[in-house]
């Protein structure tokens, strides 16, 4: 387990143990926290699990494959520290990640 | 008005294989959809990309998927009603009488619900001021380019849309391509391409720049666009077009009475048929413990939901188990001969 904060749009926090080997997608949807569509179920291929995630986790991560960015270019108003949720598996690296869930996804 | 056995709502994989079960058991069947051709998310977001688990077929594209299963539903005729979005739906009788965007009506005994993640629509702008000028001098899609010629217009976006529109309309107007990033997602020739016509001055590129907010009148006058740094232009423009691709919406669904689950359709594991009698739900908007969202989930779905429709379009008669390899009546259905 790995705890990721996300904090929603209402300005609600939700810390949740997230099993390792999901997805920082899979969590939220799993918790149902708001805010995350994931339209395509993880296929990278809809930018509806997008969040933003704190400024110092993001050297943390690992790096976005070729499609991510691109995909990003279609999210609700994409900032440099966007990223899919759906691209981030948690493990113990990820452990305290915090990320913030936009105002809309489309 | 259309009449027919099962009205199905989406020509993804999922509602084109429902339709070839349909033909075999006997039934007829016309399919909604509103995108403008049939493949429903294959087509749509990965016509290209490779599937590696439809059964016995190694490898193929979106695209070669769907033509195979338009090959496969060929000898029944199916029907197509594509640019229509299904937008009521009223109990008439043991039947339904259904209607479309584009006023297309249908009767039927059943429906097949096979819409993906709901119908898609453009991604639009998150700039509140834009709903005010959308469709008037802002736009998702182009209908008539004609309007744009000896115009400025500000295209936002890095796929193939937008670059294609930054070089065709660069021939007749003023364009400015705003993106968010260096980088783009559309065909490097393309890219090349308008990188050629912003050093030649035939096309004004901007990246790290995103929309701040348009304003104007009755049509747009300037936009603000705001870069990575805060750095904030207004430019002259007479048009904005915004190309994000296209998002999925539930829509009208949602307002049939349907037992939603965080925008899926229950359905029970029997039929795959909803809540409401005659109504079934297949594919990735349907949700059942244990559901998969895979292209073959959809087509056992599909399969048990055309038998589903059976009593309803023929009431006095008993659905028999065959098998197309022997079904004499499955093949005549077919068009094969001997």
């Given amino acids: ?106 | 008005m259309n009449k027919t056995d099962v009205l199905i709502i989406g020509a993804g994989p999922t509602g084109l294989f429902c339709a070839h079960q349909l033909g075999i058991i006997g039934l007829s069947c016309e399919i909604v959809d509103n995108l403008d051709k049939a493949g429903g998310q294959c087509i749509e977001l990965y016509p290209d990309k490779p599937i590696y688990d439809i059964p016995a077929v190694p490898e193929c594209t979106g695209e070669e998927l769907t033509n195979n299963l338009l090959k496969q539903i060929k000898p029944f005729n199916v029907k197509f009603h594509l640019n229509e979005r299904v937008e009521e739906l009223k109990k008439n009788q043991n039947r339904w009488h259904v209607k479309t965007s584009g006023g297309v009506e249908f009767d039927v005994a059943a429906i097949v619900i096979a819409g993906g993640v709901g119908s898609f629509e453009p991604r639009k702008f998150s700039v509140k001021e834009c709903e005010k000028f959308e469709g008037k001098s802002l736009f998702y899609s182009i209908k008539d380019k004609s309007i744009f010629k000896d115009k400025t217009i500000s295209i936002f976006g890095g796929g193939d849309s937008a670059l294609d529109w930054a070089i065709e309309l660069s021939n007749v107007s003023k364009v400015n391509l705003i993106h968010r990033r260096d980088g783009f997602s559309g065909v490097e020739a393309s890219v090349q391409k308008v990188k050629e016509l912003n050093d030649q001055g035939k096309l004004n590129l901007f990246t790290k720049y995103q929309m701040d907010s348009v304003s104007g009148d009755k049509q747009i006058e300037t936009v603000k666009i705001k870069h990575d740094e805060g750095d904030i232009k207004e430019i002259k423009s007479d048009y904005v077009l915004g190309f994000f691709g296209l998002i999925m919406q539930l829509g009208p669904i949602l307002d049939w009475g349907l037992n939603i689950n965080k925008k899926t359709v229950e359905v029970n594991t029997e039929n795959f048929e909803t809540n409401v009698e005659g109504i079934f739900a297949i594919g990735d908007i349907c949700t059942y413990p244990g559901k998969l969202k895979l292209i073959l989930s959809g087509f056992h779905e599909g399969a048990l939901a055309a038998r589903g429709c059976f009593k309803y379009a023929k009431p006095d008669e008993k659905l028999r188990f065959e098998f197309t390899t022997t079904s004499k009546a499955a093949q005549e259905r077919l068009g094969i001969k001997k």
């Fill in chain 1, 1 to 106: 387990m790995a705890k990721i904060t996300y904090h929603t749009h209402d300005n609600k926090t939700h810390t949740i143990d997230v099993q390792k080997g999901l997805t920082v997608m899979e969590g939220a949807i799993q918790n149902d926290i708001p805010g995350i569509d994931a339209d395509c179920g993880g296929g990278m291929a809809c930018a509806t699990c997008h969040v933003y995630v704190k400024e110092e986790w993001l050297d943390k991560l690992p790096a976005k494959e070729d499609g991510e960015e691109d995909m990003l270019d279609m999210a609700f108003e994409p900032k440099n520290n966007s990223r899919l949720s759906c691209q981030l598996i948690v493990s113990d690296e990820l452990d305290g990640l915090e990320v913030n869930i936009p105002s809309k996804q489309g």
